[in-house]
């Protein structure tokens, strides 16, 4: 299941997955806004302005989103979710896989970083088994209190760290 450049076509059905105030901000932090239509979601996400990339099946069904950025000197992953009807099947770790291989190539780092709320504890779960670390943030707060800072390696994630002697 390749990962291809998001299209506004991409939003329109990512649009569904969102059907509250809270689960928006869960997945898009304090920027968004709610209700949305294509036009909100798409500056909201900043599609024009970040790599931003869609998981998407065979049939054409968009299965996942992310998106990647420069931020304290690593590959930052961002906005990271799984449709609904997709969820428990391992394509959160796919889709992680594929940004950071894509991210800190494109950004030339050997790290990467994310966020993560407290209680989003499938998330959690998932970014532990791949590898990343909680971590103190280095930047100044970003405003939101119950948000854990993760990073890892890059070839870690990736399987293409050497084995240590």
Partial sequence: MPLVPATQ???TNM???FDS???LMTWGGPGMTFPFDLALFSRDVRLAELPSWALVAANGEVQGFGQYYLREGRCHLGRL???PAYRGR???????RELVR???RALQVGEVSLFVLTDNT???RCYEALGFAYVEYPGPSIGID????MVARADHILGTDSPKR
């Fill in 90 to 96: 391992g394509l959160a770790k796919l889709l992680v």
């Fill in 9 to 11: 076509a991409h939003l």
């Fill in 102 to 104: 894509l991210g800190s």
């Fill in 146 to 149: 119950n948000c854990l800072y």
């Fill in 122 to 124: 499938t998330a959690r």
């Fill in 81 to 83: 979710v799984i449709s």
């Fill in 21 to 23: 105030q809270v689960s």
């Fill in 15 to 17: 649009m569904a997955w």
